[in-house]
């Protein structure tokens, strides 16, 4: 039975997290998934990270793996709890602006998880991890959760 929502971790997922999950089916995305319907993690984004996630779908650049746009959509759409976007935590800079969206979200949520493999924001581990959030990749968040 899954946990109650309220006692679900929120995540952040930067984009290229979400697309090993959704469309290339990475074995660490299994486990995501898992933990989602399980209700052990809630999944949180803003309208930018779905539009960035939309643009990234449309350019054309994924073509060759055949997205399924409607069902890609609709798994945001079942997994996802958007929000509204946090005022930018300027305590917090990412040295790609474009990963800027993932580390403010993150930290306007206490106790949240970060996933990401871009250096930029793995950077801001130590520093994130004294406002409760825990930024790490995939992989290792895969490994904490076997050995933990």
């Given at each position: ?16 997290v979400v697309f090993d999950w959704l ?30 996630f939309t643009h990234v779908l449309s ?79 995939p992989a290792t968040w895969v490994a ?5």
């Open positions: 039975m899954p946990a109650p929502f309220a006692a679900a971790q929120a995540v952040v997922l930067d984009t290229n469309l290339f089916a990475h074995p660490d995305g299994q486990a995501l998934d898992a933990a989602l319907v399980r209700g052990e993690l809630r999944w949180i984004a803003t309208a930018v990270m779905r539009d960035e350019r054309g650049a994924l073509d060759r793996w055949q997205p399924d746009l409607a069902a890609l959509q609709a798994r945001w759409d079942r997994h996802c709890t958007e929000l509204p976007t946090p005022p930018a935590a300027s305590r917090y800079r990412c040295t790609d602006p474009d990963d800027q969206k993932f580390i403010d979200l993150a930290a306007d949520n206490s106790t949240c998880l970060l996933l990401s493999r871009d250096r930029a924001v793995l950077k801001l581990a130590r520093r994130l991890r004294q406002v409760g959030v825990d930024v790490m990749t904490t959760r076997i050995t933990g």
